[in-house]
């Protein structure tokens, strides 16, 4: 059952909101083991729940996600509740408001269910770096969830909540939606507003949804989507008509296959998306072979920005303004045992990159902002030839508990973050294999986008 029907059923009286929440509850018991909750309050969930059931017996429009349970991810604020990040300098911090995002899918009907496990500060392609512990994967036991919104995955994956938040910079939306076997998709860079959000890269950041379909993740988006006084960077735009889009089809559509993102993946998951290509031509669409030589540094310029963005989005947390307040009467002795003791390893490494690089703007910095430049250009150029770009989620398959990629894992995602394009993840291949094939769209086009992974959707079904 799909979210539109499962609302239809709540605002119908078939079922009810509180039935939902406690039934999921019952579902995130038994998920204990995967680890994937950072917080959960059940009375609150009860409380808006009940709102939803008493709006239906009105008969009043309690909104298109009436009664759907939700999580999102800890970096996300809920007023009142903990936002720790996944991080000890965190701990203890409880969210002055609600973000935008989470306002609107309550505004909606959905009931928001608890607060998602994710990699540290948002920095991480594992979901093992938390201070919670690390995130399990249902779908594929033994293997990492990806990260940095692993929780998220995890929960949508193990069926605890149809539908969840995630923020994704650089691919952690997408990547852990794709190693947890379900849909992860963001919209154009500026689409959904991200106040209430820590930031983590500022000009990367983009809340993003994780849900078991397409379609949910379409009306998911619709909500999401629109202008935010509180957030400059949200566009002043139409919300998007993306639903009815997800089940169009891709006949007379022209997609682009990047031949680079072909040669960097592995074969196994080179042959899935091969595959899903061959349908989506047989389903009527064109396809046409196209060259992005830059590819293979899209993740290097990645890096090199986030890490400098990052040096100064989490400047606040210093044990002043925000974060425990370390030990020592300087304050760089307090600033150093706050952070010493707050941050975790893969914390440290960013932000010592991070400070590393922002001493040499000139030899690594201004070169990388002109290759963002450059690949955004070229992939504008790209996505004006055709309706949309298919490639691979990531280039390998799921990690092993305990195996390092060293960040590679987002070598392909990176692209679409750096031009701050449309992009969705769906799974493809036999069984779960954690193998996802990626939908990128020209900016603000995200129906094509949910066009094309409608389609991909219903070839892995058949």
């Not at 970096?75 to 408001?97: K, Q, R, T």
């Not at 603000?444 to 058949?462: Q, T, Y």
Request: hydrophobic share 45%; aromatic share 4%; proline share 5%.
């Amino acid at each position: 059952m799909n979210l539109t029907e499962l609302a239809a059923q709540v605002q119908g009286r078939v079922l009810s909101a509180r039935s939902l929440s406690e039934a999921a509850l019952v579902r995130l018991q038994d998920a204990g083991p995967l680890n994937a909750v950072a917080w959960c309050v059940p009375d609150a969930a009860r409380v808006q729940a009940d709102a939803v059931d008493r709006l239906c017996s009105m008969e009043k429009d309690a909104g298109p996600l009436a009664g759907v349970p939700v999580a999102v991810k800890a970096n996300i604020a809920v007023e009142g509740m903990p936002m720790d990040c996944a991080s000890a300098s965190l701990a203890g911090y409880l969210a002055p408001s609600t973000a935008r995002a989470v306002y609107l899918l309550q505004n909606a009907g959905a009931v928001l269910f608890c607060g998602a496990n994710m990699d540290e500060l948002a920095i991480g392609t594992t979901g093992t770096n938390s201070v919670h512990g690390a995130t399990g994967n249902p779908s594929l036991p033994g293997h990492v969830p990806g990260g940095s919104s692993s929780g998220s995955a995890a929960l949508v994956a193990a069926g605890v909540v149809p539908l969840a938040l995630g923020t994704d910079s650089g691919g952690s939306v997408r990547q852990p939606a794709a190693w947890c076997g379900v849909v992860g998709a963001v919209g154009t860079w500026g689409r959904i507003s991200r106040s209430g959000v820590m930031a983590h890269a500022s000009s990367f950041d983009r809340v993003g949804v994780i849900s078991q379909g397409v379609a949910d993740a379409a009306l998911a988006m619709e909500v999401l989507s629109g202008p935010d006084s509180q957030d400059a960077s949200a566009a002043l735009r139409d919300v998007p008509v993306l639903l009815k889009a997800a089940s169009l089809g891709v006949d007379g559509l022209k997609i682009g296959v990047l031949r680079q993102a072909q040669d960097m993946a592995d074969p196994v998951v080179a042959g899935a998306l091969q595959a899903t290509l061959e349908g989506l031509k047989h389903q009527g669409a064109t396809l046409q072979e196209l060259s992005l030589p830059e590819l293979n540094m899209a993740l290097s310029c990645y890096q090199v920005l986030a890490a400098v963005e990052a040096l100064s989005s989490l400047a606040r947390i210093d044990g002043m303004r925000f974060g425990p307040r370390g030990e020592g009467e300087a304050f760089h002795q307090a600033l150093r045992q706050a952070r010493s003791g707050g941050f975790g390893p893969g914390v440290k490494q960013r932000l010592l990159l991070g400070s590393y690089l922002a001493e040499h703007q000139q030899d690594v910095v201004l070169p990388s902002r002109r290759l963002r430049e450059k690949l955004k250009q070229s992939l504008f150029i790209l996505l004006g030839q055709v309706d949309a770009i298919v490639l691979p989620t990531t280039p390998g398959l799921p990690l092993k508990v305990g195996e390092q990629d060293g960040g590679t894992s987002d070598a392909l995602t990176a692209l679409s973050s750096l031009a701050g394009v449309p992009a969705i993840s769906v799974p493809i291949g036999r069984g779960c294999q954690g193998i996802g094939a990626q939908v990128l769209s020209r900016l603000w086009d995200e129906r094509s986008a949910f066009r094309v992974a409608g389609a991909i959707e219903a070839l892995n079904r058949s």
